[in-house]
């Protein structure tokens, strides 16, 4: 189930706020898990059991490994579990893009398993391992009630679009939250922001890019208004989506971390990818950079490690090889700015910002496309290289009808909106005028998202296929 | 505001918001169709465990939640004031407004379209028509955006090459261009058809190329009601409606219409008043929507007969023909097999009319 659908938002989301709002405290983690447990089986009613095996593998394994702690028992469980997991990952996401090269390779031809894609399989198969990994660690206790481990995992807001949740960082609130009239008007603000994000501005940059695939007529300033605006639609799909996440767990008294935090205006790779899908990063930073050596290595170690961990960022998000090139292209940047850019671009923000700008959008076109030659093609466009024209009446059509949504996304990717509610809200005037305002502007934005939900508008979830 | 008030507001209106009309969408009564979108509605899809396990009832649940959304039409009214109004976009779904007229982006120019439509006409041609003592026309009939689009910076067919290309694929017939007789007032505000009161001149440019001299005199009449067109509803935005006029005079008022559209005659009027308070008004013409019809005039001073292979265009124009011809015949190919047209119609000494709009060429698929 979207978020961003009529369904999830007037059925589905009103009968969980009453009935979570309505059991009580003891049972509301039950609550929650058959709440999400509906949630997925909407989308995926068979996938279900799929997920459940995860669970019971997490849990298992961790009531083991604290049994056996420190013995060798203990880690040969942490392995038996994480090579599950990442079986299943690997099964269900990748066996015929392993196959498909393999044929590739020796000229044979075994058949394709076209296994549909569970939904949510990257995130919660991350979550599961983290679990596993954080109580061998001995950084999180295992968790002896089941019911409550389900809930981590199988938690709606987060299920099928993160952000990846550590179970360290939410144990305490598994047995323990609150909730309050603050924190769930701080939820409903999130959320709205999120709607509006993902349904006003994404999805209308979403039918720009559609129109740019298309199209048969290409030209040097489409393939830059595509790359503008793919690089801005991704961002508030999934930032978006990030958002309504964290409104959600708020409504029901789980504080998920931060996912995104304006990586549009970072002067570096190093730093976007401090501000870009925050929690997938320092998961591999967490559990597969820092096991192997992170930079407490050789020079050529580090180099292999940052390859390593960018190969299987790319590799995560999808398994073709523009996602694994994708990884490598962003390991290249870091490469280059950890061993001498980093300190120019501390001296110039601009150029910083604007070489950030510039490589990201590349990356996106690498991402967005489906395959590499059509991704070349488009920056070989962007660049004056394929001989297009500099642009055409249909492209100009588009350009000036989409100019407003491109500008409010360009605005809306920085903080600017931000600091001006604050700035305002420091005058007694400014306050009430941003309170009377603020009423207005949940209200319409979620009205405007309904009108948009309701006329069927261009409304997939980008990341759902991850 | 202190901080504390502000969020008990907020909590409040939003929830208000939300389960109001989530309350509504639950036990609000469903309609089954929408006349402003002219289309049926989604029902609730049936809950079985077969229908859960394949998704379909997950599917057909979430089309039902979108169609059957307390207030839909203003709902998608809001969407449209947000597109066209907030985020200054030039169209909605393809559906725009300019110099009061609305109307639907059409394109691009499809060239397997336009080889579709003419292998289509061809196909009868050389079936029924060819070496058989019958004069054959064609005329092209450019839709509203022809007067709109390019100047109101739309996307926009090339229209002088679109009508040049289906010249040249049917170039045994002969041409008759109305196009220099068309503006956009010939047009409905809301809707995509053109107004009867409006192309007398080109109904006697038709006669006049096809040898007939047409007087053209008429009485114009007015329906009360106000006509809401195609994209009046589609568009969900309030705009200034439009009038239908209809013309009679003697020819008109006396010919008999038979419709063929349950496989027995059955007489219709040339203006059916029942359907002009229907859902479609234009459908007053002709009772719309038929694959054969025929109009006799029993005052005819001549044998004549016209065959008319036409759109929804060729309901309110064929009424103006009447006077010089004997009998005219009205073949909607897109509601049945050409092949069948044979068994129908006795092609011998008739003149031909092939009439088609820029839209149904364009989008030609629907010609069997």
Request: hydrophobic share 45%; net charge neutral.
């Amino acid at each position: 189930m979207l978020f961003s659908s009529i369904t999830f938002l007037y059925y589905f989301l009103p009968c969980v706020l009453l009935i979570y709002f309505l059991t009580p405290k003891k049972l509301k983690n039950t609550a929650l898990l058959l709440s999400s447990i509906i949630f997925y089986a909407w989308g995926e009613p068979k996938y279900v059991v799929l997920m459940t095996v995860g669970i019971l593998n997490g849990f298992i394994a961790g009531l083991l490994i604290e049994k056996y702690n420190g013995a060798k028992t203990a880690k040969a469980v942490l392995w038996v579990s994480s090579l599950i997991s990442i079986g299943f990952l690997g099964y269900f996401k990748y066996a015929d893009f392993f196959i498909e090269n393999f044929n590739a390779a020796t000229g044979l031809s075994v058949p394709l398993l076209k296994i549909a894609l569970p939904v949510g399989i990257s995130f919660y198969t991350f979550q599961i391992l983290s679990y596993v990994i954080d109580v061998y660690r001995k950084d999180a206790a295992a968790q002896r009630n089941i019911i409550d481990l389900a809930a981590y995992v199988s938690m709606f807001p987060q299920l099928i679009a993160g952000p990846i949740v550590r179970y360290s960082d939410v144990a305490a609130q598994l047995k323990e939250r609150t909730h309050s009239i603050s924190k769930a008007a701080s939820g409903i603000r999130v959320f709205v922001v999120g709607l509006g994000k993902k349904v006003l501005i994404a999805n209308a940059l979403g039918e720009l890019c559609k129109a740019y695939s298309e199209s048969e007529e290409r030209s040097v300033i489409f393939c830059w208004i595509y790359a503008v605006s793919y690089s801005l639609q991704i961002y508030f799909d999934f930032s978006g989506y990030s958002d309504m996440a964290v409104g959600l767990g708020r409504l029901l008294g789980f504080e998920l971390c931060e996912n995104f935090r304006y990586p549009y205006i970072s002067e570096s790779i190093t730093e976007f990818w401090r501000r870009w899908h925050i929690s997938l990063g320092t998961w591999f930073r967490d559990y597969v950079y820092i096991p192997l050596g992170g930079n407490r290595v050789s020079k050529l170690g580090h180099l292999r490690n940052i390859l390593v961990v960018w190969m299987l960022t790319g590799f995560w998000h999808g398994a073709a090889w523009n996602f694994i090139i994708w990884g490598l292209y962003f390991a290249v940047f870091l490469i280059i700015e950890k061993f001498f850019l980093l300190k120019y671009l501390k001296k110039t923000k601009a150029a910083g910002r604007l070489y950030v700008i510039l490589t990201v959008m590349i990356s996106f076109v690498i991402f967005g496309a489906e395959n590499m030659g059509s991704a070349m093609d488009c920056i070989g466009g962007m660049f004056g290289f394929k001989g297009l024209p500099l642009i055409s009446a249909e492209q100009g059509y588009y350009l000036r009808s989409f100019s407003i949504v491109i500008i409010a996304a360009a605005i809306g990717a920085t903080p600017l909106p931000r600091i001006i509610v604050e700035n305002a809200s420091k005058t007694k005037i400014g306050a009430v005028a941003v309170s009377v305002t603020e009423i207005f502007f949940l209200v319409g934005v979620t009205a405007a998202a309904t009108a948009y939900l309701v006329d069927g508008s261009f409304n997939p979830f980008m990341y759902f296929r991850f | 505001m202190n901080e504390k008030r502000r969020n008990i507001i907020v909590v409040i209106v939003m929830a208000l918001f939300l389960f109001g009309l989530s309350l509504w969408s639950w036990i609000g009564k469903d309609r089954d169709y929408s006349e402003s979108e002219r289309r049926k509605l989604a029902s609730k899809p049936k809950l079985s465990a077969s229908t859960v396990i394949d998704g379909s009832f997950m599917s057909d649940f979430e089309v039902y939640a979108m169609d059957t959304f307390p207030m839909r039409d203003a709902f998608r009214g809001i969407k449209s004031v947000s597109e066209l109004g907030v985020f200054r976009k030039l169209d909605n779904n393809g559906l725009y407004i300019s110099s009061g007229h609305l109307s639907r982006i059409e394109y691009p120019y499809s060239e397997r379209m336009l080889e579709h439509a003419s292998e289509r006409m061809n196909n009868i041609y050389d079936k029924f028509l060819a070496n058989k003592s019958v004069n054959v026309y064609f005329s092209v009939i450019p839709d509203k955006n022809c007067f709109l689009a390019e100047k109101s910076g739309r996307l926009s067919l090339d229209y002088p090459a679109f009508i040049e290309e289906m010249k040249q694929r049917t170039d045994h017939m002969k041409y008759i261009d109305i196009t220099d007789l068309l503006e956009l007032d010939d047009f409905y505000r809301t809707d995509t058809h053109w107004r009867q009161e409006r192309i007398v001149d080109v109904a006697k440019r038709l006669a006049s190329e096809m040898g007939a001299e047409l007087k053209g005199e008429y009485t114009e009449n007015v329906l009360e009601s106000p006509f809401k067109g195609v994209y009046y509803g589609q568009l969900a935005i309030p705009v200034r409606t439009d009038m239908i006029h209809y013309l009679t005079n003697d020819s008109i008022e006396k010919c008999k219409v038979t419709s063929y559209n349950t496989g027995k005659p059955i007489e219709i009027g040339v203006y059916n008043m029942d359907k002009a308070v229907g859902r479609d008004p234009y459908e007053m013409f002709l009772s719309g929507a038929d694959p054969f019809i025929e109009i006799e005039n029993p005052n005819a001073d001549n044998d004549r007969e016209l065959v008319i292979f036409r759109d929804s265009f060729g309901s309110s124009l064929a009424p103006l023909l009447i006077e010089v011809y004997s009998k005219i015949t009205l073949v909607d190919i897109r509601y049945m097999q050409s092949e069948a047209v044979g068994a129908m119609v006795g092609f011998n000494d008739q003149d031909v009319l092939f009439m088609y709009s820029t839209l149904i060429l364009n989008n030609s698929l629907a010609l069997r």
